[in-house]
């Protein structure tokens, strides 16, 4: 999804989820671990659920349609994208959805395309044989019962081909203004650091995560956090000392050395 960059002299990666910014994770200057605002640190996963929503929207401001990283204009677009991010980066996406989108602007387009002329288009993603198949297939799915549009309800998206919980979510939330929440790696990792969660599947942590959260933040949410797991509490080595989380996350420096006072 498309990158407009939040803050000032911070940059993110694209990401295989489709989602937020496209651009290298560059190091933040390490800041001093800070009180929690108001009544102290939340104890309970709702509190900080909350709290972290807060902290994220002031460090990643923006629309979910700002910080998301796939360049699209409209749902149908937006879910072109999305299937192809799988595997790949945004930036990779982005590289070809352009002449992909000016030889096939609307879903009877895609339908009607050739094979051949699609997988060519889309071959940098990866997987071009079977992404070429899942798009293809969902466009004539969305001319054979939808009329050509995007469906905005999760049951009937997730009935097209290549569209996941994950993909519906994202266009429903990006591309049409509605609530849902994208589970992703990043999104998962963050939610059990943070002890929002317990949960690996996917589905459990969006359950999980949107009890916590009004539905208008579910969308915003889910891409800031993929851009703070991208760029911050990264997987393997997270960056404690510069995360603007650190007073209340139970699993602050549990992997790396808390800093001298
Ligand atoms: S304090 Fe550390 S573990 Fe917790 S969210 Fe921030 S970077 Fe991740």
Redesign the pocket.
Known sequence: MAGKVPRAGRTGRAGSLTLPMASSAQPRPAQARRPARGRGRPRSPKGRARLAAARLAEEYPGSARELCALDHDGPFQLLVATILSAQTTDERVNQVTPELFRAYPTPADLAAAGPDRVEELIRPTGFFRSKARSVMGMARALEDRYRGQVPGAMEDLVTLPGVGRKTANVVLSVGMGLPGLPVDTHVGR?SR??GLTTNTDPVKVEQDLTAMLAPDEWGVFSLRMIL?GRR??LSRR???D??V??DF?P?????TARPAR
């Open positions: 963050l650091r943070l703070h911050v509490c997270p960056r404690c510069d995360c989380l650190n996350c699993s602050a420096w549990t992997f």
